[in-house]
Every structure is written in structure tokens, then in C-alpha cells.
């Protein structure tokens, strides 16, 4: 993946969504298995040292948005979530680290369809924080484009 297009997209979600330069979010590596974003955990925490449940939330929600907003390549288009659902299985007591899994060139072309033939299209986009072999958060994600 070309590091020009990470830092324009990390530049974007900072101007359109202050939250995520507050977080100090970062856009570590985005190819056909998905999109990796990152956040320091000195700016995230809470009370037990520990990241923040919102944090964690936040983060995993901005992953699935920027995958989704490089995938559909339309810079006129806003993207929204329509409904989330997140399971917090283990503490996350390092740098937050969220990746959002590829749903597939097929799952992409028919939301691609589906957006130029109606200008709105959604697509379940699912995250984990962690380890692949033990998660430490699960959030899956309805995304909406719209033009």
C-alpha cells in the first residue's frame, strides 16, 4: 500500500473527525487482508492504567470507517455508522492496535454496485483488537455510504 494514501487518509479522519487526533490514532497498514490503525495508549487510558472502553469503541469504529472509505474511493460520499456491537474480552494494557478484516473483493463489488445504482449502500465491517489468537475486543459495524 502506497504510504502517501495512509498519510492523506490519516490527515483526513483528523480534520473531518478531531477525536481521532486527540487519540493520537495512526494508520499502520491497509492491503487485501485489511486495514491496521493504532493509537498510544498514554492518550487512551483509565483509572487501572488500562485503554478506555470509549477509546477502544472509538477505535474500532474509525477502522471500519477508513477501510470503508478506501475501498469505495468516492471523496464526495459520507460515510456513517448505522449500528455497532462490541465485546470487551480481555484489557488492553498496551498500544491500541485495530484491525478491521478485508469482508472480500466480492462483499466490496456488490456494495459498490449497490452505491452507484443508488447512491447509499451498507456493509457489516467487523474489527479485533489483539492478538488473532486471543482477541482482546470484537466489534462488528453497519456502515452506510451515501452521496
Known sequence: MHEGLLLETERFLHDRIPLSKAMGVRLESYDASGLTLTAPLEANHNHLGTAFGGSLAAVATLAGYALLWLELDDR????????????????????????????????????KARFAKAGKASIPLTVVLGPEDRPQVEFEGTYVAIR
Open 76 to 111: 464526495d460520499s459520507h460515510i456513517v455508522i448505522r449500528a455497532s456491537r462490541i465485546s470487551y474480552k480481555h484489557p488492553v494494557a498496551s498500544e491500541l492496535r485495530a484491525t478491521c478484516l478485508h469482508p472480500g473483493p466480492e462483499a466490496i463489488t456488490r456494495f
